[in-house]
Every structure is written in C-alpha cells, then in structure tokens.
C-alpha cells in the first residue's frame, strides 16, 4: 500500500447524504462524516444510488426506532475509495455493487450463480 493510500486509508471524509433520523418522516439531505474503514472494511465512493423497497420499508412502514439515524440506498454502484487492514480482496480504484447482505462464499446460495442472497448472512442478520 503506497503513503498516500494509508493516508486517505486514515482520513475521515465528508459527503452529502440523504439521512432518515426516525420512521416515517422526510429524508434530510445533509454533509455526514464517514469515518475511516476498520479491520475487514471498504469504504466506498457512491456514484450512482437508489431508494429500492426494503428502503422504504424501512422508513415507511417497520415503525422501529433501531437502526436509525441511516442513510438509505444500499443498491448502488461506487468505486472503493480506501479499504481497512486485512482487505485483500478490493484496492482503492476497483469498481463495485454494494449488496443489502454480505455473503459467506461457502452457502449454497453464494455459491449459485444465479443468486447474489446468502443463507449465513440472512440467518445471522435477522435472526432465522
């Protein structure tokens, strides 16, 4: 890793965010502070985004104060913009599809083609 990829790798940086403080109120678009990736993490410079179902489902219609304050629009498509220790996988510049759940690579979901959900993941996000 060159000095001026661990010194962005380092840096908090600051970008407009379309921000849901509680349930069913007005998106508020705002500067937020993104704070450096950590051990396992990439942080990624959004170019493109949108507010998909689940998104709104959470906003509109789940009621639960957890997990706010967000920021909504995980489908979208970025470029890693740093990455935390122990990346391997991605570098800085590599284009990327942020995905709702993680997946394991071991499942038989993630390891079919056909799908991008992940068994591990669901189960251990929401608890089946």
């Known amino acids: 890793m060159s000095s001026f ?3 962005n790798r380092l840096k908090v940086i600051k970008c407009k965010a379309a921000v ?4 069913n109120k007005p998106l508020v678009l705002e500067e937020i ?3 450096p990736p ?3 993490e990439v942080r990624i410079k959004i170019v493109a985004t949108s507010v998909c179902h689940s998104d709104l489902y959470h906003l509109l219609e789940s009621m639960h104060k957890d ?3 967000t920021v909504l629009g995980h489908e979208a498509a970025g470029i890693v913009e740093s990455v935390g220790p122990g990346v391997t996988e991605f570098q800085p510049g ?5 995905l709702f759940l ?11 083609p056909k799908t991008n959900q992940c ?7 929401f608890g089946k």
């Open 94 to 98: 590599d284009k990327v599809i942020p």
């Open 119 to 125: 068994a591990t993941a669901w189960a251990f996000t």
């Open 33 to 35: 502070e993104v704070a």
């Open 38 to 40: 950590q051990a396992s």
């Open 20 to 23: 849901a403080w509680e349930p």
């Open 5 to 7: 990829d661990l010194a």
């Open 67 to 69: 997990g706010f304050p």
């Open 102 to 112: 993680s997946q394991c690579r071991e499942c038989h979901l993630c390891k079919n």
